[in-house]
């Protein structure tokens, strides 16, 4: 479960425990991870802070005080909490240091909790770089002290992990590891709470993958899955289109119409013989376009079309006539910034699937400000002009609205490869021409994709491995799961 800093107040505030009883949870359980994974004849300092979370630090230390060469640095002792007040008072006062020293072979981060907003103040930023400086083996409780719970934003001089130990549940901040690189690794602390809630962002993993696919009957036909429409490629750029339709190949093909420059038919159809293929003209189409918007429900359009003449007319053409599931990618992104105001009109659901430059450009901002602001400016846009958006970076954002945001972290820089995009751009529009439910389609097409990335690059070099292993790749993970 990933839970907003709000959500996770409302959990805690509904859980049957009052405060000082999940201090105390929250103490017992992270003594019994340490005595687990730290060997006992390791000397232990702990870092703790004036709120509850310096207070289950303390918690922390009274309980392996008889078990480890501990000691506690406190950051003041004006409590804020008045549990860390209260558990401070009942600690022997010789484990407590005032001077940091390199001498330790565990830090535990007990300082700021779930509420903290930058900057870190000048006094304890000398304490905090410090610490990072500090060879030994680094655990951060909850949240690294000095980032925000809610977004990848932190001091410069925030605490750095080697692992940080999330209570109850993951939040955000734990997503967006790949962008603040604050911790090398995470695990849940698993306590008595109800987390039966509804929160903003959605989860996907193998297990809710294959629950929510739609496998075939015994008694199913073609076309039952749903059709699909790639429109894509020009002279010269075929590739993209093959990767689209490698892409289509890699999620489940079911039965899938392709539109192409009659040009490249020849390349693509004797290469992939599976779809059904309308080539066309300048002159043919228009017509060819309106004939196959009724037969569909999800089109593809935008991958490789950069040298067609037609192409602006075919995206009008999508705009004002289809009224399914229209992804748009690549130079169709380029293309849509023209018409950005039609979308106010249109009666097709959209979906955008632009890397960071690409939106960048469609949003007219320099690249360091989408950065630094990504979330902020993503959740804009989709309010505005009603679409679904996927933000591919090295965390690929999928924003529908403000409740329904999926963050994947998945995946490796081995889709820093060009053609990875078109494949991924496949993979959703056979999503959607499966599942009627376009966030629950996109996300499962955009975990799989990446999902695939880590099993393909446990075999093959990341820097040469061929895009054909994906649809192979997909058949393995469906085979190990019984599929």
């Excluded at 056979?430 to 499962?444: E, L």
């Excluded at 790749?473 to 469906?478: E, R, V």
Aim: proline fraction near 2%; charge should be negative; glycine fraction near 6%.
């Amino acid at each position: 479960m990933i839970v907003t800093r709000e959500e996770m107040i409302d959990i805690e505030q509904n859980s049957t425990l009052n405060t000082r009883e999940l201090i105390n949870t929250v103490g017992e359980k992270l003594a019994e991870y340490i005595q687990s994974e730290i060997p006992k004849d390791k000397k232990l300092l702990i870092v703790a802070g004036k709120g509850n979370n310096g207070a289950d630090a303390l918690v922390l230390a009274a309980l392996i005080k008889d078990i480890y060469n501990l000691r506690i640095y406190l950051i003041s002792d004006n409590f804020s909490s008045p549990y860390a007040k209260e558990y401070y008072e009942t600690l022997d006062k010789t484990l407590f240091i005032n001077e940091l020293k390199d001498e330790y072979d565990v830090i535990i981060d007990g300082i700021y909790g779930f509420s903290f907003h930058p900057p870190i103040n000048e006094r304890e930023r000398e304490i905090f770089k410090k610490l990072n400086c500090m060879h030994a083996y680094k655990i951060s409780i909850d949240i690294n002290s000095g980032a925000m719970a809610n977004d990848y934003k932190a001091d410069e001089d925030a605490f750095k992990s080697d692992i940080t130990l999330s209570l109850g549940a993951y939040k955000v901040f734990h997503m967006y590891q790949k962008i603040h690189h604050l911790f090398k690794e995470k695990r849940l602390i698993r306590l008595p709470l109800n987390l039966e809630h509804s929160t903003t962002y959605h989860e996907m993993n193998d297990e809710i993958f294959i629950d929510n696919y739609p496998f075939l009957k015994e008694d199913s036909y073609k076309g039952q899955n749903g059709k699909g429409l790639v429109i894509g490629g020009s002279y010269g750029m075929a590739g993209a289109l093959m990767f689209n339709l490698i892409g289509v190949r890699s999620f489940g093909d079911s039965y899938t119409y392709v539109i192409l420059d009659e040009s490249i038919y020849p390349i693509i159809a004797s290469s992939l013989i599976n779809p059904v293929y309308h080539p066309c003209d300048n002159d043919t189409y228009e017509r060819i376009i309106k004939d196959m918007i009724p037969k569909t429900r999800t089109i593809l359009y935008g991958s490789g079309v950069n040298n067609l003449e037609y192409k602006e007319d075919i995206l009008r053409i999508l705009l004002s006539e289809f009224d399914g599931t229209l992804i748009i990618d690549a130079e169709g992104l380029r293309i849509l910034k023209k018409y950005l105001d039609n979308l106010q009109n249109t009666r097709a659901r959209i979906i955008l699937t632009p890397h960071m430059g690409e939106f960048a450009n469609l949003i007219d901002t320099d690249i360091n400000t989408l950065r630094a602001n990504r979330m902020e400016l993503a959740l804009d846009f989709v309010k505005k002009y009603h679409v679904t958006l996927i933000l591919k970076d090295v965390i690929t954002l999928l924003i529908k609205d403000d409740k329904h945001i999926f963050i994947n972290n998945h995946g490796n820089e081995a889709l820093s490869k060009a053609g990875s995009g078109d494949i991924l751009s496949g993979m959703i529009m056979q999503a959607n021409a499966m599942i009627n439910d376009d966030f629950k389609a996109s996300m499962m097409a955009v975990w799989l994709f990446n999902h695939l990335i880590e099993m393909i690059t446990k075999d093959h070099s990341k820097t040469i491995y061929n895009h054909e292993l994906y649809p192979v790749y997909a058949d393995k993970f469906f085979r190990e799961h019984g599929k």
